[in-house]
């Protein structure tokens, strides 16, 4: 029996998602899969295990096209590697060639520490970023999504590798990009403002995946160490979580990810030219 331990970190749901996907699927074939979230190993102290692992996953939303500040900080306290094999999973908002990059410096650091990164890909089931997808559209890219991870779990089972390409110019660029989004988005708590509609109840102070809210004086603070998931914005009971300046970023309405894949969604209700660019090759693609 194969033992697959799968860190993870999700700020609004998609991330778990897939990661559970790769538990039920590795768990029919006979593997032992322990689940970790991500924030628990940094803000209760656990210890990184990978010595009794016959495989190390790590997942994680795309984030200014890169790694979120907190799983840069998880990676930096993996423990020197003996060649384990690794496989990494994000979730985006679409899938592109931007978005090819993204994994590049968790792979570089890994590879770094002793381990080998055989495996890397992107899953795209809704956006919580700016355009939001409609709810049938990301049914779709749910189920898409669903069968995708089966094929690379039997993949990873097999020992096949498979990393993305990208162009010297491509991963220049993106690399530029990323590590200046990684720089604002640090301090992008600081464009959050809380309304009066407030209880104090602390919710999003527990929740916080970064430790980066505070209550003082009775009002709740935003220190300099977002990770910019937004789990406070769109989980407030009361809403009163918004941004100053960068209203933009979030979609509009509700985001509950649980909520909108549990709802049954017919295919042939996709309006095309209400889907996203990548839609088409995502739903009819296995390998995309």
């Known amino acids: 029996m194969k033992k697959i331990v799968i860190y993870y970190f999700s700020g609004t749901g998609n991330t778990e998602l897939v990661a559970n996907m790769f538990k039920d699927k590795l768990s029919q074939k006979e593997c032992y899969v322990k689940m970790v979230p991500i924030e628990d190993v940094l803000n209760k102290n656990l210890k990184i295990e990978v010595d009794h692992y016959d495989l190390i996953g790590i997942g994680s939303p795309v984030i200014g096209y890169g790694a979120p500040n907190l799983v840069k900080e998880f990676i930096s306290f993996f423990p020197k590697g003996k060649g384990q094999k690794v496989f990494v999973f994000r ?3 679409g899938v592109h060639s931007i978005n090819f ?4 410096s968790i792979i570089k650091s890994m590879t770094r520490a002793g381990y080998d990164v055989l495996h890397e890909r992107v899953f795209a089931i809704s956006s919580n970023w700016v355009v939001r997808h409609k709810d049938n559209v990301v049914k779709q ?4 999504t669903d069968k ?3 094929f690379m779990c039997n993949e990873l089972l097999r020992g096949e ?3 993305y390409k990208i162009t010297t110019a491509l991963k220049v660029r993106m690399s530029f990009i990323s590590g200046i989004a990684s720089l604002i988005f640090r301090f992008i708590g600081k464009d959050y403002k809380v309304s009066k509609a407030c209880t104090q109840c602390g919710f999003c102070i527990r929740n916080c995946p970064s430790e980066n809210i505070h209550m003082r004086n009775g009002n709740v603070k935003f220190k300099l160490n977002c990770s910019c998931c937004m789990r406070c914005l769109y989980s407030c009971p009361e809403k009163a979580i918004s941004f100053k300046l960068f209203k933009f970023f979030r979609v509009a309405g509700d985001y509950n990810i649980k909520k909108i894949t549990n709802q049954s ?13 990548f839609f088409n090759n995502y739903i009819q693609n296995d390998n995309f």
């Open 91 to 93: 979730t985006a908002g």
């Open 101 to 104: 990059n993204a994994s590049k």
């Open 141 to 144: 890219l749910y189920l898409a």
């Open 148 to 150: 995708k991870v089966g």
């Open 161 to 163: 590798r498979r990393i």
């Open 265 to 277: 969604a017919d295919c042939n209700e996709v309006i095309i030219n209400e889907a996203p660019p």
